[in-house]
């Protein structure tokens, strides 16, 4: 049937009407819902129930396309919320058109057999309070709200950084100050200090308990983000970012990543921690590179090893030293050689040795010297040989001896 045009908003008079919604739960999935309007509807359910009030449709902001998925959700409001609106149907009043809601100060609480009420007896959720939010309110509201103590007391002090450990038996100690584990604290929060000031606080809070703050206060501008498991980020107002995560991180990237720190950058790990590198992996450092491990430290590597030392190596190795070379093994010296054994030495090779001296050779023992050789032992000599003892010298043999010479003397 026809709408006759007296009936029309715009035509018969504009009707307005504030309420309270009291159904959210639109079939259609199109934010309609449901308000009892003073003045047009009766507190008695029995005679008005809930689900005879007509559906109202929520009228979205111009940011917002509201159309094919693309905008904001018109899924705001709750249940026990106080809205204003207008009729488009003039007085016969079926056509509701939601304008906005607008806050109060909550009563005794809601009456969930009565109308003009959260028929679920959830709102309001505090009796005889503003419903503008804590946070926005403000100072010692701010601080009383469960966001801000729940990220008091979750605040971090005193977490240990990697530390530089002494390496008395190859280098000179420094002074004991550098030895000490340097600690770091979160920043403490800064509303403790500069709460924010009402109204420059704009906080959007969901009912679960995600929060968005944008706080303008003078010298204590904010942007946080809170989620109700207790995740938050927040930037503080000299540009400080400080990011709390309560679950699991994950990050991926697709394509390439690029960080700078300008200052200094430490990172504590409570657990264990894997760096794996498909690609090569390149690192430089121009001062310093201190490594401890208190365990064991394993290491593979399938390729070559190559190690430039422009300096001195110094290995201090306080118990067992154990390497096993496949192939060759080569090792050049540019200079002198000092080995100094403790204790006894003992070399196995299973086929030949050969040393090529381009000087003298001087070989010195506080004890006893024996050779043994299974097959013939030739000592040859370019030029003179002397065997001498500074006491008696004797040679035996089972077989027969033979001494051959130019010339030989005995006791010339």
Partial sequence: MPIRSEEWMGLNGFVWFVGIVEDRHDPLRIGRIRVRCFGWHTTDKNDLPT???????VLMPA???STSGVGSSPTGLAEGSWVVGFFMDGRRAQTPMILGSFHGVAGDGADSNSGFSDPYGVYPLVKNTPDTSMLSIGGDAYLEHPNTKDRISSRLEDMPEAAIRKTTSVSYDDTEEVYETPTWSQ???????TPPLYPYNHVRTTESGHVFEVDDTEGARRIHEYHASGTNREITDDGTRVTRVVGDDYEIVIRDKKVVVYGSCSITVIGDARVRVDGDMVQEVFGDYH???KGDMNTKIEGN????VIGSEITQINVNDAKTVGAIRTRNVGSNVVENFADTVQRTIGSNITEIIGGDKLVATSGKTTQLAAKAIEIGSGTNMKLGATSS????????TTVKGSRIDLNP
Avoid: F, I, K
């Fill in 51 to 57: 689900d005879s009030l007509p559906w109202a449709q």
């Fill in 63 to 65: 940011n917002s396309a």
């Fill in 187 to 193: 920043p403490e929060l800064q509303g403790l200090t």
């Fill in 291 to 293: 490594l401890h491990v």
């Fill in 305 to 308: 090893r190559n190690t430039e």
């Fill in 393 to 400: 010298m004797t040679v035996e043999s089972p077989g027969p």
